[in-house]
T-cell receptor, first 112, second 115 residues
């Protein structure tokens, strides 16, 4: 049972454009929602994260939008650059839990 | 700090052989996690340790898989016998306290191919 659904599977964006990746979850016990960035041949690395009591979090060009009632959250990458080309994973973890549940990932390609 | 170190980076083995993957966590981290990544299933948690003790191995797919953590600086994931469907990238991660906002760091992974 996939507890975190991520879309799209792949995304091609022009340099300077906005990349948007969406995730939806089912488990209301989740209390922390990180996003990971993975480059080929590397492990996932924490990019940005949000708690459900906040509707938006921004770090540089990266913004998470969170809709608790809809159980959805999304990653926006503003002014996308070729160096942002990577696979992005949304994830969730519940209170007292040590198990991250990952989405299936989105392969982002930013073309010049 | 060198981060989480995994070895080997690539492993090709024949079906039926024993495979051992190795992980050195970040010094001072008291949680260690083993994940498997495949195209079909994405990233799956196999097992995790706290202070060298296995806490939850419910993600280990079969008895052919076993993991140990003999000390705070070393862990192994063993597959015996290996099968082609075990082909995947295996990641080790370590963390302080076990939460992603406490330095949850992944290694670069071991790409396993079973032929």
């Amino acid at each position: 049972q996939q507890q975190v659904k991520q879309s799209p599977q792949s995304l091609i964006v022009q340099k300077g454009g906005i990349s948007i990746i969406n995730c939806a979850y089912e488990n209301t016990a989740f209390d922390y929602f990180p996003w990971y960035q993975q480059f080929p041949g590397k492990g996932p690395a924490l990019l940005i994260a949000i708690r459900p009591d906040v509707s938006e979090k921004k770090e540089g060009r990266f913004t998470i939008s969170f809709n608790k009632s809809a159980k959805q959250f999304s990653l926006h990458i503003m002014d996308s650059q070729p160096g942002d080309s990577a696979t992005y994973f949304c994830a969730a973890i519940g209170t007292g839990s040590y198990q991250l549940t990952f989405g299936k990932g989105t392969k982002l390609s930013v073309i010049p | 700090d060198a981060g989480v170190i995994q070895s080997p980076r690539h492993e090709v083995t024949e079906m039926g052989q024993e495979v051992t993957l190795r992980c050195k966590p970040i010094s001072g981290h008291d949680y260690l996690f083993w994940y498997r990544q495949t195209m079909m299933r994405g990233l799956e948690l196999l097992i995790y340790f706290n202070n060298n003790v296995p806490i939850d191995d419910s993600g280990m797919p079969e008895d052919r898989f076993s993991a140990k953590m003999p000390n705070a600086s070393f862990s192994t994931l063993k597959i015996q016998p290996s099968e082609p469907r075990d082909s995947a990238v295996y990641f080790c991660a370590s963390s302080l306290i076990g939460r992603p906002n406490y330095g949850y760091t992944f290694g670069s992974g071991t790409r396993l191919t079973v032929v």
